[in-house]
Nanobody, 124 residues
């Protein structure tokens, strides 16, 4: 059974940092594209960053230079290092598996097996 469990969220002040983790189980993690997404209150879920099976990464423009996505295939773990956080980064953060090994895109429709999320709150 495919499962993802996110952790690492919390409340920080603007300019602070957080590292999110997503532990995967139930499949061969290293073979799949993985993505991080967020959803702010009243807004649609949006892609933040993604990483292919080969380690190739892509980011939404809002987080380029501030966030770093990585994967540890030995530990079946996906991470998101978030620096220089702003109140606009506030939301529930989710990880999900892509539909293939390469990341076809950043839209949520290209991913499935969503975790329950971890809350990130950034105060000004």
């Amino acid at each position: 059974q495919v499962n993802h469990v996110e952790s690492g969220g919390g409340s920080v002040q603007a300019g602070g940092s957080l590292t999110l983790s997503c532990v995967a189980s139930g499949y061969v993690f290293r073979l799949w594209c993985m993505g991080w997404f967020r959803q702010a209150p009243g807004k649609e879920r949006e892609g933040v960053a993604r990483i292919g099976f080969d380690g190739i990464t892509e980011y939404t423009n809002d987080v380029k230079g501030r966030f770093t996505i990585s994967r540890d295939n030995a530990k079946n773990t996906l991470s998101l290092q978030m620096n220089s956080l702003t109140p606009e980064d506030t939301g529930m953060y989710y990880c999900a598996r892509g539909l293939g090994s390469d990341c076809a895109g950043g839209a949520p429709s290209h991913y499935n097996y969503w975790g329950r999320g971890t809350q990130v709150t950034v105060s000004s």
